[in-house]
């Protein structure tokens, strides 16, 4: 009797131990996971603004090499614990294989939500309310991130952000930086995001970026933007 007491002690002990290790290990190995998302539509669901063989090579190299890197530029060190928005918080004192990567690694997993192959027409709700109220009409604002965009010199992306006042800017980095970074020159959420690299457009448009950013407008999927800009008011 005695030592049936003392082995249901005993193998009580032990599975509290194994309990606290488990929650121990836990805490310590907190890794943020980071989804390789796939694309919402099929290569050539864009055909009126992007041709499927730049979406093919888009998605499947450029995006997946950002992806890779990424992960391997945080492997082992104390990033492995962050989400994207902290690392971009205090991305000045990461190395440039950080920044690069796991801004390619955002931007376009960004880029591929925002556009639909039943986008296009014009914001409605709220988002069509706040376009007005800051650029004075929907005209004036696709006016003016075209310009982003255009003038962006060499690689970057042009984008429509939320400052912390949850008003509308638009602004444009240079090569895989956003807004959410703390290097940016104004700090935001980006809610629609265009990619100006010329792997992005080369293909069927050479040279002619504006031809490409005026067919942006056939494909963005305003209810997608309208939800992330409603996530921030
Ligand atoms: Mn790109």
Same mark, same amino acid.
């Not at 007491?5 to 131990?17: D, E, K, N, Y």
């Given at each position: ?31 943020? $996971? ?9 290569? #050539? ?5 992007? =041709? ?5 090579? &888009?998605?499947?190299? &450029?995006? *997946? %090499? ?19 928005? $902290? @690392? ?19 931007? &376009? =997993? ?8 039943? +986008?296009?027409?014009?914001?409605? +709700? ?9 650029? %004075? ?14 003038? *962006? ?9 939320? #400052? ?5 800017? @638009? ?5 895989? #930086?956003?807004?959410?970074? #703390? ?15 010329? &792997? ?17 407008? $056939? ?8 939800? *992330? ?5």
């Amino acid at each position: 009797m005695k030592k049936t007491i003392l082995v249901s002690i005993f193998a009580l002990l032990i599975s509290f131990g194994a309990q606290a290790q488990k929650l121990g290990s836990l805490s310590e190995s907190k890794t943020v $996971e980071h989804p390789f998302n796939p694309l919402p539509y099929s290569y #050539d669901a864009l055909e009126k603004a992007i =041709d499927s063989e730049t979406m093919n090579i &888009h998605y499947n190299k &450029h995006f *997946r %090499g950002y992806y890779n890197n990424f992960l391997k530029a945080i492997e082992g060190t104390e990033l492995q614990s962050k989400s994207l928005e $902290e @690392i971009f918080a205090s991305v000045s004192k990461q190395s440039t294989a950080v920044r690069n990567n796991a801004g390619g690694y955002f931007n &376009h =997993d960004l880029f591929w939500q925002v556009m639909s192959p039943n +986008g296009g027409g014009e914001p409605q +709700g709220s988002l069509g309310k706040a376009i007005a109220e800051s650029f %004075g009409s929907f005209d004036n604002f696709k006016s003016a991130f075209e310009k982003a965009a255009a003038t *962006r010199f060499g690689s970057g992306w042009a984008w429509l952000a939320v #400052d912390e006042q949850g008003k509308l800017f @638009i602004t444009s980095t240079p090569n895989q #930086d956003n807004p959410l970074m #703390d290097v940016a020159e104004k700090q935001g959420t980006p809610i629609l995001g265009l990619d100006v690299w010329e &792997h992005a457009y080369y293909l069927r448009y050479q040279n002619m970026r504006g031809s490409y950013i005026g067919k942006f407008w $056939e494909v963005v999927n305003w209810p997608e933007v309208e939800k *992330r800009f409603n996530a921030l008011q």
